[in-house]
């Protein structure tokens, strides 16, 4: 089946006064309907800025894709005008994220915000339909008494509440992918699990896509279909997840999961730390960047980049040594 969406090459930087730092250096994955990528890495590593530039949202006017590709069923979205990308966004993919207090308006009532996305991407709705649909998409997500809710504005609401309506909102129109940065964070475990299963739900009856990014080992063993990791702006290893947890390949992704001991991990397993600090984006050495922190690093490792190499149909690892420590580390 062909992805519905499909990264090549993703390059974003940032223009600081310090200078240019290239903080997404060359990312890369496919992702087709229904199934559900997370991207794993420390904080730092790129990941909410990948999935801003996928949106089309990053901060303006310091962060810049510089090169790849973002084709959404075959539109390149980082060609498209502003007026054009709003068509998409919203309506075709759309995003939560993980303080929703910095993604909803604090002057503005749930009901605003909700019918927005209905005026934009529906515009022969009537006001009475917005309404109904407004109140069906807040029952949805688990908020009694919606018909309140809607002229309420977002300060009135309980985090896990807030949460549950910038989901709503994300969903309004059934985008074909939802973009899930770290929605369950700030949350409490009950909460966290009734918001895994809504977006599960959803995405059986709507064959959406997602992307979850976490740092929680035992929500990505629970929802995705495959992981990426990421390490400074760049993809290390993507793998289907049983394999992943089963036998990391990449030393980075062994290092995370060294501590887990299982698939069926508790919830709410937290990465590990690993040895040293996430390197300096302005002063990546060359070659490999984890190199500094790899108990496998070698002298050929300092000389040049790896590739993100194909270790099967399946598999992938930025790794000059994967198939020499395959067996190693394990
Ligand atoms: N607006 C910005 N200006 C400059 N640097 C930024 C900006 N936003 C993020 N960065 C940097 O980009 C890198 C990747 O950040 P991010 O994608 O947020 O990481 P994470 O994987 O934790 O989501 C970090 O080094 C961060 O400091
Ligand atoms: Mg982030």
Redesign the pocket.
């Known amino acids: 089946m062909a992805p519905i969406l499909e990264v090549k090459d993703l390059r974003v930087r ?1 223009d ?1 006064e310090a200078g240019p ?1 290239r ?2 250096r060359g990312v890369d994955f496919e992702l087709e309907k229904g199934k559900t990528l997370g991207i794993v ?12 530039a996928i949106m089309r949202l ?2 303006r006017p ?2 810049v894709i510089e090169g790849g590709s973002v084709s959404l069923d075959g539109t390149d979205l980082t060609k498209l005008a502003p007026s054009e990308m709003r068509r998409f966004r919203g309506n075709r993919v759309s995003m939560v994220f993980q303080e929703p207090m910095t993604a909803l308006n604090p002057v503005q009532t749930i009901r605003r915000q909700l019918g927005e996305s209905y005026v934009l991407h529906h515009p022969s709705m009537t006001p009475g339909d917005i309404e109904t649909a407004s109140i069906n998409l807040l029952e949805e997500v688990g908020i009694p008494a919606p018909e309140k809710r809607l002229d309420e504005y977002p300060h009135q609401l309980s985090g896990g509440m807030r949460q549950r309506v910038m989901i709503a909102i994300a969903l309004a129109c059934r985008p074909d992918i939802l973009i899930a ?1 770290e929605p369950t964070t700030a949350l409490d475990v009950t909460i966290q699990a009734q918001i895994l299963s809504l977006i599960k739900r959803l995405q059986k009856e709507h064959g959406m896509a997602v992307i979850f ?1 976490t740092h929680d080992l035992g929500v990505i063993a629970e929802v995705c279909d495959e992981v990426i990791v ?1 390490y400074a ?1 760049r993809v290390v290893e993507r793998r289907p997840v049983n394999d992943l947890f089963k036998k990391p390949r990449h030393p980075y992704t062994k290092g995370l999961l060294e501590s887990i001991p299982r698939l069926d991990t508790e919830p709410k397993t937290m990465l590990p730390t690993i040895e040293g600090m ?1 390197p300096d ?1 302005s002063s990546l050495p060359e070659g490999c960047s984890f190199q500094n922190r790899c108990p496998h690093c070698v002298e050929d490792c300092k000389a040049a980049m790896p590739e993100l190499d194909r270790l099967d149909e399946i598999g992938f690892s930025r790794c000059i040594r994967t198939e020499e420590l395959h067996e190693e580390i394990r």
């Open positions: 940032f600081t730092v903080v997404v890495g420390e904080s730092g590593s790129g990941k909410s800025v990948t999935s801003l990053l901060p310091s962060g940065d990014i990421m702006g996430v984006f």
